[in-house]
């Protein structure tokens, strides 16, 4: 339905080089977008700008603004960057030493110079204590608490507040955990303690204690930000909610966010993927690949049956990018998504063999492409988009920056095309192939790993550069369709104003299913669930819904398979059995035989949408003159520079088509239509490209 409350939401999607806001009008409904270049320095500071700006060119008055939903990549940053607090890690008598040994395994097998990732916490503040819990919970030993308080006192003679707590054992049992931060308060002198049973209550020493860490190493940066933009929104007179985008798809009180800043990490992305799935609701399309392309990154995500594909564990800040064991594994629900050093700041340069390359390193916000004339002076992909003709120097956001085609040039003819011994649109050819099948073979990856073939699906383009780039993605994929949605280049703040609250728990529990009781399995879940009603409360919603997954294995096996649960009704055990064996049999193609099976971990989200916000209304059916004009532009099947008709987006009605070559502007993004392919725009305004 159409938004015509009297107040507003606001989407807010930090990049790497832009910062994207997004408002639904209080009074029309519309659509009013703003972008502004991010401030590294400080985001909240781009944030509070651009939202300034984003009220002045709509007319509101920040009264009528009511929530503010807002997704950031301040916390995978720190980790990346290496810029988080100094921290200690308390854990028991024995296990100082889990960081390094990590899983004994090696990420490539013939790498003589294998590097691991650095442990964030020092040996030297790494304490041990004498405690011991079994796997089932019981005391073996007691919590010597004279010897934590000792333990804390070493911490504060060294300026060391914020601690990471990971005993042996205490997903089972969080009693010795809970009780050092009973002794830490006590103390006083402000430790901010991240107990493992709460951050990561699960089984598997390595990424529970990982996890523990990473939550305490970004806790300041993320308290620190959170403050500033609370303080600076309040003194701009917003009195709303404000709620912060977690990894798995599901906003956040940012009170949440400030206990549990691990639970960010992917929060920049995870947007992206929920705007994927509206759409892909939206034009009735099941199976989409997304593809998001800023300034920075791009990534891909499958999105099945309309909704993103969750998993339970991913790394941050891999040395090697496509080698998983090569970063720092975070035990948490997360949207499935593949991240390639490939946006429109991405750096072309020449290897020591002569080869060109792209990426993975970026011009960023600042100085930016050479083109922006910030000062960069190095060639990207945003400077060779606007070589080969797809971006209107004249028309970049709208108008309001004008790009440099000259900068442009002389970057790509500096660094590129004379150290090949080539032209400078051969240079630019160059970087658009190199990048196309970067981003093309990433996506596959991500695909295939997942057994799915990528030439099912539709592909959903946007950020700032992706409808640029997606058509030569598709066509290296085998995809037919691409879908180029309303407001591509900012969907990811859009994504923000449709993705639910949610919450999310987990608690290990071993039993083999053949002696479980229904009872027995209720009572986990029912735990669960009041751990959940407890976040919701916090952002004032009552009205929810439940999921219950269940990981699964056969007996002896060392990975998990996760199950959804069926309604408890009669047989409930029998249709959890037979719902394992059905999954086992798509991932695998046979079952082992007669292996019992047995429950590992029990999985509970609950979700609740904020408010029934409709981003994407029908456009109205009264048509203007869309052609705004002809520019020449390369296509890889001409080869050569072809004149290309330059349509209006937003002047483009419902059910019209617009046939290649042709390159169809907004303000926030370009999408270009290769000749022998077509456009048509649906009732919502939203782009399908195909050949048929």
């Given at each position: 339905?159409?938004?015509?409350?009297?107040?507003?939401?606001?989407?807010i999607?930090?990049?790497?080089?832009?910062t994207?806001l997004?408002?639904?009008?209080?009074?029309?409904?519309?659509?009013?977008?703003?972008?502004?270049?991010?401030?590294?320095?400080d985001?909240?500071?781009?944030?509070?700008?651009?939202?300034?700006?984003?009220l002045?060119?709509?007319?509101?008055?920040?009264?009528?603004?009511?929530?503010?939903?807002?997704?950031?990549?301040?916390?995978?940053?720190?980790?990346?960057?290496?810029?988080?607090?100094?921290?200690?890690?308390?854990?028991?008598?024995?296990?100082?030493?889990?960081?390094?040994?990590?899983t004994?395994?090696?990420?490539?097998?013939?790498?003589?110079?294998?590097?691991?990732?650095?442990?964030?916490?020092?040996r030297?503040?790494?304490?041990?204590?004498?405690?011991?819990?079994?796997?089932?919970?019981?005391?073996?030993?007691?919590?010597?608490?004279?010897?934590?308080?000792?333990?804390?006192?070493?911490?504060i003679?060294?300026?060391?507040?914020?601690?990471?707590?990971?005993?042996?054992?205490?997903?089972?049992?969080?009693?010795?955990e809970?009780?050092?931060?009973?002794?830490?308060?006590?103390m006083?002198?402000?430790?901010?303690?991240?107990?493992?049973?709460?951050?990561?209550?699960?089984?598997?020493?390595?990424?529970?204690?990982?996890?523990?860490?990473?939550?305490?190493?970004?806790?300041?940066?993320?308290?620190?930000?959170?403050?500033?933009?609370?303080?600076?929104?309040?003194e701009?007179?917003?009195g709303?909610?404000?709620f912060?985008?977690?990894?798995?798809g599901?906003?956040?009180?940012?009170?949440?966010?400030?206990?549990?800043?691990?639970?960010?990490?992917?929060?920049?992305?995870?947007?992206?993927?929920?705007?994927?799935?509206?759409?892909?609701?939206?034009?009735?399309?099941k199976?989409?690949?997304?593809?998001?392309?800023?300034?920075?990154?791009?990534?891909?995500?499958?999105i099945?049956?309309?909704?993103?594909v969750?998993?339970?564990?991913?790394?941050?800040?891999?040395?090697?990018?496509?080698?998983?064991?090569s970063?720092?594994?975070?035990?948490m629900?997360?949207?499935?998504?593949?991240?390639i050093?490939?946006?429109?700041?991405?750096?072309?340069?020449?290897?020591?063999?002569?080869?060109?390359?792209?990426?993975?390193?970026?011009?960023g916000?600042?100085?930016?492409?050479?083109?922006?004339?910030?000062?960069?002076?190095?060639?990207?992909?945003?400077d060779a988009?606007?070589?080969?003709?797809?971006?209107?120097?004249?028309?970049?956001?709208?108008?309001?920056?004008?790009?440099?085609?000259?900068?442009?040039?002389?970057?790509?003819?500096?660094?590129?095309?004379?150290?090949?011994?080539?032209?400078?649109?051969?240079?630019?050819?160059?970087i658009?192939?190199?990048?196309?099948?970067?981003?093309?073979?990433?996506?596959?990856?991500?695909?295939?790993?997942?057994?799915?073939?990528?030439?099912?699906?539709?592909?959903?383009?946007?950020?700032?550069?992706?409808?640029?780039?997606?058509?030569?993605?598709?066509?290296?994929?085998?995809?037919?369709?691409?879908i180029?949605?309303?407001?591509a280049?900012?969907?990811?703040?859009?994504?923000?104003?449709?993705?639910?609250?949610?919450?999310?728990h987990?608690?290990?529990?071993?039993r083999?299913?053949?002696e479980?009781?229904?009872d027995?399995?209720?009572?986990?879940?029912?735990?669960?669930?009041?751990e959940?009603?407890?976040?919701?409360?916090?952002?004032k919603?009552?009205?929810?819904?439940?999921?219950?997954?269940?990981?699964?294995?056969?007996?002896?096996?060392?990975?998990?398979?996760?199950?959804?649960?069926?309604?408890?009704?009669g047989?409930?055990?029998e249709?959890?059995?037979?719902?394992?064996?059905?999954?086992?049999?798509?991932?695998?193609?046979?079952?082992?035989?007669q292996?019992?099976?047995?429950?590992?971990?029990?999985?509970?989200?609950?979700?609740?949408?904020?408010?029934n916000?409709?981003?994407?209304?029908?456009?109205?059916?009264?048509?203007?003159?869309?052609?705004?004009?002809?520019?020449?532009?390369f296509?890889?099947?001409?080869?050569?520079?072809?004149?290309?008709?330059?349509?209006?987006?937003?002047?483009l009605?419902?059910?019209e088509?617009?046939?290649?070559?042709?390159?169809?502007e907004?303000?926030?993004?370009?999408?270009?239509?290769?000749?022998?392919?077509?456009?048509?725009?649906?009732?919502?305004?939203?782009?399908?490209?195909?050949?048929?």
């Amino acid at each position: 339905m159409n938004t015509t409350s009297a107040t507003a939401s606001v989407g807010i999607d930090i990049g790497g080089t832009f910062t994207d806001l997004v408002m639904v009008h209080p009074q029309t409904g519309e659509r009013v977008i703003e972008k502004v270049l991010t401030t590294p320095d400080d985001p909240s500071r781009g944030v509070l700008e651009g939202l300034v700006q984003l009220l002045e060119r709509a007319a509101v008055s920040i009264d009528a603004v009511s929530l503010i939903a807002h997704a950031t990549t301040l916390a995978t940053n720190t980790v990346i960057q290496g810029k988080g607090a100094r921290v200690g890690l308390i854990t028991t008598r024995g296990f100082r030493d889990t960081l390094e040994i990590q899983t004994e395994s090696r990420y490539d097998l013939y790498d003589l110079d294998l590097m691991l990732p650095p442990p964030l916490v020092p040996r030297a503040f790494r304490r041990e204590v004498t405690e011991r819990v079994d796997y089932c919970g019981r005391v073996v030993e007691p919590l010597d608490v004279t010897e934590v308080k000792s333990l804390l006192g070493w911490f504060i003679e060294h300026d060391i507040h914020d601690v990471a707590v990971c005993l042996l054992h205490s997903y089972a049992n969080p009693a010795h955990e809970r009780l050092i931060r009973c002794v830490a308060e006590e103390m006083g002198n402000g430790f901010r303690l991240s107990l493992s049973s709460e951050i990561c209550p699960e089984i598997r020493e390595y990424p529970r204690v990982s996890t523990t860490v990473i939550n305490a190493y970004i806790r300041p940066q993320i308290i620190s930000y959170l403050n500033r933009l609370e303080g600076g929104l309040q003194e701009k007179g917003f009195g709303g909610s404000l709620f912060i985008m977690s990894s798995a798809g599901g906003v956040l009180h940012p009170r949440t966010a400030k206990d549990m800043p691990s639970a960010l990490v992917e929060s920049g992305p995870a947007a992206g993927a929920l705007a994927a799935a509206y759409f892909a609701r939206l034009t009735k399309r099941k199976q989409v690949l997304a593809f998001d392309m800023g300034g920075t990154t791009a990534k891909a995500c499958l999105i099945e049956n309309a909704q993103p594909v969750l998993g339970q564990e991913f790394e941050a800040a891999r040395l090697k990018r496509f080698k998983r064991g090569s970063g720092y594994p975070i035990r948490m629900p997360v949207v499935e998504l593949i991240e390639i050093g490939a946006g429109g700041g991405s750096i072309a340069w020449i290897d020591s063999m002569g080869l060109l390359k792209v990426g993975p390193e970026g011009a960023g916000a600042a100085p930016g492409p050479a083109c922006y004339g910030l000062g960069g002076d190095q060639p990207t992909v945003t400077d060779a988009d606007l070589i080969l003709g797809y971006l209107d120097p004249n028309y970049f956001l709208g108008g309001r920056m004008q790009l440099d085609v000259g900068r442009a040039e002389s970057a790509v003819r500096k660094h590129i095309a004379d150290p090949l011994g080539i032209g400078v649109q051969e240079a630019a050819r160059g970087i658009l192939e190199v990048v196309s099948e970067n981003m093309a073979g990433a996506a596959r990856i991500h695909a295939i790993e997942r057994g799915f073939d990528p030439r099912a699906f539709s592909l959903v383009a946007f950020g700032g550069a992706g409808p640029v780039h997606a058509y030569w993605v598709a066509k290296r994929l085998g995809v037919s369709e691409v879908i180029f949605p309303v407001a591509a280049g900012v969907a990811s703040a859009a994504g923000l104003l449709v993705s639910p609250a949610a919450s999310h728990h987990v608690r290990t529990f071993i039993r083999p299913l053949a002696e479980l009781k229904d009872d027995e399995l209720e009572s986990v879940f029912d735990a669960l669930e009041e751990e959940g009603k407890v976040s919701l409360q916090r952002l004032k919603l009552s009205r929810y819904t439940v999921e219950r997954r269940l990981e699964m294995r056969y007996v002896g096996q060392g990975h998990e398979v996760e199950v959804k649960v069926p309604p408890r009704a009669g047989r409930w055990l029998e249709k959890i059995h037979s719902a394992f064996e059905a999954e086992y049999v798509r991932l695998f193609g046979r079952l082992p035989g007669q292996v019992p099976i047995e429950i590992i971990n029990c999985r509970l989200s609950v979700s609740s949408y904020a408010q029934n916000i409709d981003v994407c209304p029908p456009l109205r059916t009264e048509k203007a003159r869309p052609r705004k004009g002809e520019r020449r532009a390369f296509f890889a099947d001409t080869k050569t520079q072809i004149p290309c008709d330059v349509y209006d987006r937003h002047l483009l009605g419902p059910a019209e088509v617009v046939k290649g070559p042709a390159i169809i502007e907004e303000p926030e993004c370009t999408v270009v239509v290769p000749p022998g392919l077509h456009c048509k725009v649906d009732r919502y305004g939203n782009l399908i490209m195909s050949n048929t």
